[in-house]
């Protein structure tokens, strides 16, 4: 059974991905998941937030601040320090498995982390994820201004590095299909749908507004599953699956809508690295039923464009006879 894939130019022995977190900040765990069988690794981000907040003073907060003379220092010295660390994974990782290992940054502008893009290529990373976001909250800030940002980030990287470049990004942008596919013209190579964020509830006891569970549910995967179906064979670019893929049924549904890689976090978190290996089992034993040989024998054969009934993807509001 042939599960090769092949995601931003590279060679991953079959779709699973293991998505940055907790599960891949540690080289042990990231021996684990790569023996039980994962296909390749993003490593957990290093984000531009917490070096700032280790730092732990009001003034940078702002991302952008002016620091006076001690603040620069010690803001130096602590992203120097960070960075070294996340350089270092990456050669360890790179040294202890012998599947991809994606890097992965967050960022906010075109200026803080373009130099550190260079260094993640240079410490040897086989790709590198940007998760890309800027919460759209502020009533000043119009759609096509978020966008020239995201753009504006996504051209800088692409001059600066020659690895591999995908996007994870979320799926507020009002026109998702057209920005993804200027996104992709642009020379990205791969787009992740979609991130997931940290999201706030409200607790009613103490009347306070808390965090909420990090972990999703296959129920989840829905949002993701309907735009792979309609942006697979539209976009110029790989199309990795993320959000809710927990099950053989959640990785085989998202590459039959025409997903290139599927990407797992909570799934892998709740069930052990040993759950890879027991999806990839029945991942080829499906094959193995409905007689196809190779990922790419189904990959996308219900996307919009090959679907008998496309609207299907589409298709929002709830008619009477669906809501019975
Ligand atoms: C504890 C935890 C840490 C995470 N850290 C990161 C991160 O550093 N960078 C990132 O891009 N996504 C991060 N994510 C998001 C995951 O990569 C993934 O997009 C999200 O969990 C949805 O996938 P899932 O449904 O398989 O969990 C994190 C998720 C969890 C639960």
Redesign the pocket.
Known sequence: MNLTTKYLGLNLKNPIVI????LTNSIESIKELAQAGAGAI?L??L?EEQILMDINSERLNNMTGAYDHIENHLGFYLKTHSVQQYLNLIKEAKAAVDIPIIA?I?CYDENEWIDFAAQVQEAGADAL?V?LFVMPADVAMTGEQMEVNYMNVTKKLLEVVDIPVSM?LSSYFSGLANFMHELSAVGVHGL?L???FYSPKVDIENEAVVANS???SSH??ANTLRWMGILSGRVECDLSA?????TSEDVIANLMVGATTT???????TNGANHITSILKDLEAWMNKKGYASIDDFRGKLNQKNVSNPMMLERAQFMKYFSE
Request: aromatic content about 6%.
């Open positions: 998505g940055a977190s907790e993003v957990k981000s984000f992965s967050n994820e998760n994870k992740v979609f991130n997931k990090n972990k999703t989840d995967n993320s959000t809710g893929i927990h990407q797992m976090v909570s799934s892998i978190m």
